[in-house]
């Protein structure tokens, strides 16, 4: 009975064991998701550059089990999930997946332009070159030298593009803004005109109004003013001027 109960114990912490174990593994696929370098989805789902649209379906069905949240309990299994979540769909939309295989490319041809320059500088590896047939170019592009190096460039490269992107986008957003600005500018410059207009139109027939009295009053004197005294008029037939006559 007792080597009964000490069996259903020992198969219990076997059990527990493996459980932290998972949970363990689980907790370090957390960590590795959300420290991949977020530019390139490939990385996120572990996975070769010229891996298929089914190999990412199968990738990330493997992967984003590990860290479900209903399955992972450390605090950002639900961040991981989602970062799998969108590189899959990354990698299935065909113009994403086309953009990031152009710098797998770009970076490709930078290496075997560099590694050309070195095997001329270099002239023992040159001939070590020629004399080891058996690792051609196609098999050293396939060694994991190269595609740590690889790997490198194309995380340089996207970085470069997302840099230029975020700068027009900036530049953008600037020119956008000036627009609005200005127009902003036009607007509130013409609906000051138009109340201005208003405003000179509002007060027309008081302005017409006073015109009127103004006519009115330079032609008539009012009650009770003193006009100016008329000159007299000389006589054009005498031609010399009559003095007043003393009297007595």
């Known amino acids: 009975m007792g080597e009964s109960n000490s069996s259903v114990d020992e198969d219990l912490l ?15 696929e957390v960590i590795r998701i959300l420290s991949c370098f977020k530019l390139n989805p ?4 572990k996975l070769p550059f010229d891996s298929s649209p089914e190999d990412v379906k199968k990738q990330y069905r493997k992967l984003s089990l590990m860290v479900h ?8 299994a639900k961040e991981a999930f989602g970062v799998l979540a969108k590189a899959q769909q990354q990698l299935l939309d065909q113009q994403e997946r086309d953009y ?23 002239t ?35 970085t470069e593009q997302e840099w230029r ?13 000036r627009l609005k600005k200005d127009e902003e500018e036009q607007k509130e410059m013409w609906k000051r005109k138009r109340e201005h207009e208003e405003q000179w139109e509002g007060t027309r027939e008081n302005r017409v109004s006073s015109w009127r009295d103004f006519m009115k009053s330079g032609k008539k004197t009012k009650k009770g003013e003193l006009r100016p005294p008329k000159l007299k008029t000389e006589d054009p037939n005498k031609s010399y001027v009559q003095r007043p006559v003393k009297r007595g």
């Open 14 to 28: 076997l059990k527990e064991f493996f459980a932290e174990v998972s949970e363990v593994e689980r907790d370090n």
């Open 42 to 45: 490939f990385e996120f789902l």
């Open 69 to 76: 949240p209903d399955k992972c309990k450390h605090p950002q």
């Open 100 to 122: 990031v295989l152009s710098q797998v490319t770009s970076a490709k041809e930078e290496l075997r332009a560099k590694r050309k320059k070195q095997l001329k500088k270099d």
């Open 124 to 158: 023992a590896s040159k001939l070590k070159s020629l004399v080891d047939e058996g690792k051609s170019e196609q098999e050293y592009e396939q060694s994991e030298e190269f595609q740590q190096e690889l790997k490198l460039k194309v995380r340089e490269l996207l």
């Open 165 to 177: 992107r975020r700068k027009m986008a900036m530049r953008i957003s600037e020119e956008e803004g």
